[in-house]
């Protein structure tokens, strides 16, 4: 199963091209400040990408499309199809009122704010799979992203305990206005940053 973004892309970069000027996106995202397409991908031109994946953690493939003759037995929703579409999942489960936020781009406003690592994601990819489903969905309006802030001289890292988290952080005793202000004055908004602990 295929999510045929290269059929979509005309729209997808117009969405952009509007999105970006109407809700003044950082200029590190897929366009820079002066408007112009700078993702390599969108460059070189979108190519269809699977939504389903060969592995064996994951959401499942709903049982209605896993079948022999359609190739989705066994198969996993490839992450970045999934993940999105928690957004209005969770707030589905919040409240029976979901689609006042999520169907109500008129008079919504959303702002994402994020790593460059997951730019392409919500600014191409999520968007493309919006507007191929045809409704009138609330999407990106405004993005605010960064480079990123590496750790002791490499990239932070939970699976290696690489970095400092919400629990450590805490157990610091450091107060929580200092890591507010710390992690503020070293937000990496044009450049890649470094954590130290010499500067706590």
Known sequence: MYLKLDDIQPKTEEWIKRSWKTGKWSPNAVINGDGVIIDPRLKGGLIPT???????????VPPEFETEEQGMKGKVLYVWFDAPIGYPSITANYTPEWKQWWFNSKNVRLYQFMGKDNVYFHTVYWPSVQIGDG???????????TEYLNYEGGKFSKSK???????AAKDTG?????????????????????????DC
């Open 50 to 60: 699977p939504l389903t994946r060969d592995l064996t953690w994951g959401v499942p």
């Open 135 to 145: 409704r009138d969905w609330t999407m990106l309006h405004h993005l605010s992203t």
């Open 161 to 167: 305990n690489r970095g400092v988290f919400g629990p």
């Open 174 to 198: 450091i107060p929580a206005s200092v890591w507010r202000y710390y992690l503020l004055s070293t937000r990496p908004e044009t450049a890649d940053a470094m954590f130290s602990w010499s």
